[in-house]
């Protein structure tokens, strides 16, 4: 990892998400040396990243800690075409259907 702080090293590991894999904001937290509370302020981070113009960040991978997904009708379509695209099944609760198979970096 190149990022010297802890904000630098989320928004790294968060850009670096492979297709057809999914992680959870605790995921990204603990992988970017966090405390565990430090997972609660990781889309803050990334939010501010991508307004400052770091915009490949992939939203539809990072996940809810129950493997459910954030589906705002701003976003819905395109986040439900790029799981199929992705080979990510989602169950009629948003979950994420074989989610421990398809967690992790």
């Given at each position: 990892m190149k990022g010297t702080t802890y904000g630098?090293?989320?928004v790294e590991i968060a850009r670096a998400i492979p297709a057809?894999?999914?992680v959870t904001y605790g995921d990204?937290?603990?992988a970017a040396g966090g405390a565990p509370m430090a997972a609660q302020g990781v889309s803050g981070i990334l939010g501010r990243a991508y307004e400052k113009g770091i915009t490949?960040?992939?939203w539809h991978r990072i996940?809810?800690?129950n493997g459910k997904v954030w589906l705002s009708e701003a976003y819905a379509a395109e986040r439900l075409r790029l799981?199929?695209?992705e080979g990510i099944?989602?169950?009629s609760k948003n979950r994420i259907?074989?989610?421990e198979d398809i967690r992790g970096f």
């Open positions: 630098e090293r989320v057809g894999r999914v990204i937290c603990k490949d960040i992939p996940v809810y800690a799981y199929k695209k099944a989602l169950d259907v074989n989610f």
